[in-house]
């Protein structure tokens, strides 16, 4: 790919679907679904525009040492992220969900997180929890998981899980219950921000095609 070629960083699943109509807006359609592909590298409509599929947590960090000048990320995993290196531009208002405290059913959170008490929180996202209960005056210990949050509190492991929540039914087929609101989520444009100097021809345009089909669908 020549010098001014660009590399979109993806993940699969829900950001990748409702990004389509946003990389069709730019003119930029990708040549195969990474869902019924095991290729890491897709090619698109336009020769020099590629899209690298990525785990979600990875995305910022791909973006942020070049090896992909933009791609979209989830606010939960750029807080995690810290951010570094990216200019996020524009809130894409894709892939909306809440970050929230949940417990088991029957668990007397109000008591439980007074402040000087001591919790055991389970959660992927261990830099928002301990930001969220340290504001609280809460003390925390912080066990880190990659999935099945929900069973955390169910096996004893853990008092609470902080964990995103859509439509709240996987907590309530588990008998858990969301208590606490800590910050809403979507997704963002995340530029690398040396790119967005010596590239801001190409890119200036596909942000702008952005932001425009944001504004069409309000």
């Not at 791609?71 to 200019?87: P, R, S, T």
């Not at 066990?143 to 096996?155: F, T």
């Not at 219950?177 to 801001?200: G, Y």
């Amino acid at each position: 790919m020549s010098d001014n070629s660009l590399t979109i960083a993806l993940s699969k699943g829900r950001i990748f679907e409702e990004t389509l109509p946003l990389l069709a807006a730019a003119g930029i359609v990708p040549a195969e679904d990474p869902e019924k592909s095991r290729k890491l590298i897709i090619e698109t409509n336009q020769p020099d525009i590629r899209l690298v599929i990525v785990r979600a947590s990875d995305v910022p960090t791909y973006v942020q040492y070049g090896a992909a000048d933009f791609g979209i990320a989830g606010k939960d995993v750029l807080i995690e992220h810290g951010g570094e290196g990216l200019y996020q531009p524009l809130d894409l208002e894709i892939a909306k969900c809440r970050m929230m405290v949940a417990v088991r059913k029957g668990f007397d959170y109000a008591a439980a997180s007074k402040p000087g008490r001591r919790l055991r929180i389970a959660s992927k996202y261990p830099s928002i929890a301990a930001e969220h209960f340290a504001a609280k005056g809460v003390h925390v210990d912080l066990i880190k998981l990659y999935g099945s949050m929900e069973l955390a509190p169910l096996v004893g492991l853990s008092d609470a899980i902080v964990d995103l929540v859509s439509t709240g039914n996987t907590l309530k087929a588990n008998d858990l219950e969301a208590v606490e609101h800590i910050v809403d989520i979507s997704s963002r444009l995340v530029v690398n921000k040396a790119a967005l100097k010596t590239k801001f021809s190409r890119l200036d345009p596909i942000i702008e095609a952005f932001a425009g089909a944001i504004k069409h669908a309000e």
